[in-house]
Nanobody, 125 residues
Framework: QVQLVEFGGGLVQAGGSLRLSCAAS????????MGWFRQSPGKEREFVAA????????TYADSLKGRFTISRDNAKNTVYLQINSLKFEDSAVYYC??????????????????WGQGTQVTVSS
């Protein structure tokens, strides 16, 4: 059974930093591209960042470039999201997701096969 478990969220003051982690189990982690998404109340889920299977390629939402950094440790089956200079509007539930690339797939992935339950990030102003 595939499980993606996010942790590291919490209440942070604006301007602070946070590192989210997502631990994967039940899948060949290094065979999956990984992504982070977020969703705020009343808003659609939005893409944050993605990283390729070996970590050689990363991509970010244009509006979030510079403050967010995605990374992975395949030995630990974990993907990370570092968030710096947090803003109130970064408050959201953050989800990690796994994509198994197939023949002809493009980068970044257009769909994901597995999702975590999310971790809440709340930024106080």
């Amino acid at each position: 059974q595939v499980q993606l478990v996010e942790f590291g969220g919490g209440l942070v003051q604006a301007g602070g930093s946070l590192r989210l982690s997502c631990a994967a189990s039940g899948l060949a982690f290094s065979s999956y591209n990984m992504g982070w998404f977020r969703q705020s109340p009343g808003k659609e889920r939005e893409f944050v960042a993605a990283i390729s299977r070996r970590g050689s390629s990363t991509t970010y939402a244009d509006s979030l470039k510079g403050r967010f950094t995605i990374s992975r440790d395949n030995a630990k089956n974990t993907v990370y999201l570092q968030i710096n200079s947090l803003k109130f509007e970064d408050s959201a539930v953050y989800y990690c997701a796994a994509n198994r690339p197939g023949p002809g797939d493009t980068w970044p992935p257009r769909s994901y096969d597995y999702w975590g339950q999310g971790t809440q990030v709340t930024v106080s102003s």
